[in-house]
Nanobody
Framework: QVRLVESGGGSVQPGGSLRLSCKASGRTFSSVSAAWFRQVSGKEREFVAGKRWGDGTDVYADNLKGRATISRDDAENTVDLQLNNLTPEDTDVYYC???????????????????WGQGTSVTVSS
């Protein structure tokens, strides 16, 4: 059974930074493609960043390039998302997700992901 647990959310002022972490059990991140999405209540989940299985190639949403960095720690079996220069528009619940299918690439569609964490809330406000 796959379980994903996010942590690291919180409240920051505009211009601040946060580091979100996703820890997996039941599956190693190095063998699957993983991604971070975000969602405001009532809206679709929006792709933020993804990391491909194996070589760890990164994919970023255009509107977050330069402000988001996704990283993977194989020893800890975690995938982290560093968010910098945050704005109020980044206020969302952030979710970690994985694709179970072997060799599946990173997808920007939430429908392609099989397992999700419970989410961690990020609030950017002055």
């Amino acid at each position: 059974q796959v379980r994903l647990v996010e942590s690291g959310g919180g409240s920051v002022q505009p211009g601040g930074s946060l580091r979100l972490s996703c820890k997996a059990s039941g599956r190693t991140f190095s063998s699957v493609s993983a991604a971070w999405f975000r969602q405001v209540s009532g809206k679709e989940r929006e792709f933020v960043a993804g990391k491909r299985w194996g070589d760890g190639t990164d994919v970023y949403a255009d509107n977050l390039k330069g402000r988001a960095t996704i990283s993977r720690d194989d020893a800890e079996n975690t995938v982290d998302l560093q968010l910098n220069n945050l704005t109020p528009e980044d206020t969302d619940v952030y979710y970690c997700a994985i694709r179970r299918r072997r060799w599946a690439a990173v997808s920007t569609s939430a429908n392609d992901y099989d397992d999700w964490g419970q989410g961690t809330s990020v609030t950017v406000s002055s």
